[in-house]
């Protein structure tokens, strides 16, 4: 393969880690085949992982166009040598592609969400007036697999729709599981606290506590790693537990 064929350089990702690549490398390296007579594929990398190639510390094996890498024989990554979006392989998928195949997929899960939602909501304007009536409505709902779905799915689709119906935007903000606890709760500043503790950074699981009514202990930056923790007070010291 020319270098021709890779494309040009300044364009093309390191196969291992996806950077800039600063070379091309030449797999199997020359010294291994004889540079007059070597055959083989040329592969960019960044000059770390090009190092790192010739040092030993990395292997590649190369079939139809597909560079496996490995460290120790352990194999750590797949990527296509020459990406292709129009393939129907995903393997062939540039990063970009695959990030907005991943946004599509997204998209479609909060309609299809939604959807389920009206059904859901329209269920209940039909059948609320009786006790448990989302069960009956769970009894004549089938998911992709062909399966009763459960009566806490149609519970759960009406609770959301009365929350973020024509306000799908929240939904998307908090999240799933942070939505979901909104939607259940008793409390008109729900969203409100929801949507501060998402600001704020807290982990889910907290947000959803506060959103409960429940106390959670504060959170401050460890200065070290920048990451969050609990700050415990024991004595005159603060303890930051990651």
């Not at 020459?82 to 695959?98: I, V």
Request: charged share 30%.
């Amino acid at each position: 393969m020319t270098l021709q064929e890779v494309g040009p350089l300044q364009f093309a990702p390191c196969c291992v880690c996806g950077k800039a690549a600063d070379d091309l490398h030449h797999e199997p390296p020359k010294g291994s085949g004889g540079a007059p007579d070597w055959k083989g594929v040329l592969i960019p990398l960044c000059r770390q992982h090009h190092t790192e190639r010739h040092t030993g510390q990395l292997s590649f094996k190369v079939d139809n166009g597909i560079v496996n890498g490995f460290i120790s024989e352990i194999h750590i990554f797949e990527r296509a040598l020459r990406p292709d979006d129009m393939s129907p392989d995903p393997r062939y998928w540039t990063d970009e592609h695959l990030c907005h195949e991943w946004s599509d997929a997204e998209s479609q899960a909060l309609g299809n969400l939604i959807r389920q939602c009206e059904v859901a909501w329209q269920f209940w304007r039909r059948y609320g007036w009786a006790d448990e009536w989302y069960e009956r409505a769970a009894q004549m709902l089938t998911d992709s697999t062909g399966q009763f779905v459960h009566w806490r799915r149609v519970y759960e689709r009406v609770r959301l729709y009365e929350q973020f119906n024509e306000r799908w935007k929240d939904y998307e903000l908090l999240g799933p599981t942070l939505a979901l606890a909104v939607a259940e709760s008793r409390n008109p500043e729900a969203l409100e606290i929801a949507v501060a503790a998402k600001e704020k950074g807290l982990r889910v699981s907290d947000a959803v506590a506060l959103v409960k009514g429940k106390e959670v202990s504060e959170w401050e930056r460890c200065e070290a790693c920048g990451g969050t923790g609990r700050v415990k007070k024991e004595s005159e010291e603060q303890e930051i537990t990651a």
